[in-house]
Each structure stands twice: as structure tokens, then as C-alpha cells.
């Protein structure tokens, strides 16, 4: 089970997020470190 991110300019798995941002797809100061993080602890309280 994968985890899910949804953010302005990407939603869905959290890996493909990292693969993309990897192949150079998604330039990654685009993408919100503070709200993914958020995001993760939020699910993990939910837990």
C-alpha cells in the first residue's frame, strides 16, 4: 500500500512523486516539502 499525496501540481503515490522528481519530470522546488510533511503526519495520527 502505497502513500498518497495531493498537491497543487502532483496527486497520487508518494514513490512516483520521488521517481518523477528523480528523472528530473517535476522540478522539486516546485513541490512543497512543508505540505507533504504535513500531510504525513496527519495520516499517522489518523492511524
Known sequence: MSYEV???????PLD???HLIHRLE????????????QQYIDHIHAM
Do not use: C, N, R, V
Open 6 to 12: 495531493k498537491l497543487e501540481a502532483f496527486s497520487g
Open 26 to 37: 517535476i522540478d522539486i522546488y516546485d513541490i512543497p516539502m512543508a505540505e507533504i510533511t
Open 16 to 18: 512516483l512523486l520521488l
